[in-house]
């Protein structure tokens, strides 16, 4: 390249690194936000996965104020790395679990997905750019690849677009699978009194294997309004309730839009959760999830 043709690709170079710079480190931040207002409003509660959100947080936030603060195409590299690790965690909790957690289809999760993905074509942009003159300083003697690197790596553009395209299209299909109905687990249905327990120092409605049982703020007293994937979730406790020893209140029941009979206390629908894996557990209360919020079933002392 002559001197006034790379005097002329400098600036816009420069431009080009300093937008990818700008936007790839925007959209670490987006995702980390996004997965904050996940934790706050319930994914803390979750175990394992509540941990794994402060550390995705934690990380995100630490290489775009990094990758803001100098431009580092190493650094770029290890965002687009987290970027692409992130969704890969997702399509797991959605396709097959993470630590026992399953995922379901939701606006934040589509959302966090589609810029993940954006952050991750960004970021591994601006690492493949190759740096300018300025920027990259003299090779070191007899590192050719070195070199290479400060270069640009020979296809690495269309590499980043490969990858990005075939991340979308594997995103989609996951957020198409999870948005199919999931079948209601047999263990809700009622084969015994319901029970009171304290757990958490608070009187809690439990089935008769003591795993708390929880209503759904979207629900009325006489329709439910978790169907579909949700129930996959937040298993219908099915059945005609009754009262063991402690347990006051109206119990009842409500026919389900698939003419099965749940029970019903104090004129909320009755459901478990599958993220509770014990008795004396209730990782469910006041989680944000399939469009409600959801709380333990209390017993008035």
Known sequence: MGPRRWLTARPAR???RLALRLAGA?????????????????????????????????????????????????????????????????????????????EIRTTAGIAA??????????????????????????????????ARLQSGIPGARRAVAGISIAALVVFGISVARAGGP?????????????????????????????????????????RSNCNGVCVGYWPPVTGTPSAGPGVTGKLGTIKRSDGTTQATY???????YVGDTAPGQAFGNNLNLNGGLWHEATVPG
Do not use: C
């Open 182 to 222: 999931g079948p209601a687990p047999t263990s809700s249905r009622l084969k015994s009194a319901l029970k009171a327990a304290t757990i958490g120092g608070v009187t809690v409605l439990t089935n008769a294997k003591g795993f708390t049982l929880y209503w759904f703020a979207p629900d009325t007293p006489t």
């Open 266 to 272: 104090d004129g909320h629908p009755l459901y478990t």
């Open 14 to 16: 420069l431009y080009q």
């Open 26 to 102: 925007g959209l670490l931040v987006a995702t980390g936000a996004i997965h904050l207002d996940l934790y706050l409003t319930g994914y803390r509660t979750i175990p394992t996965i509540g941990w794994l959100f402060l550390l995705q947080m934690s990380a995100v936030f630490s290489v775009a104020a990094v990758v803001l603060a100098t431009g580092s195409r190493v650094i770029a590299a290890a965002g687009a790395g987290l970027a692409l690790a992130t969704l890969a965690g997702y399509l797991q909790s959605v396709w097959a679990g993470l630590f026992g957690f399953q």
């Open 113 to 146: 997905g589609v810029i993940e993905v954006a952050a991750f074509a960004a970021l591994a942009a601006l690492a493949a750019i190759p740096a300018t003159r300025g920027q990259a300083g003299p090779a070191a003697p007899g590192s050719p690849l070195l």
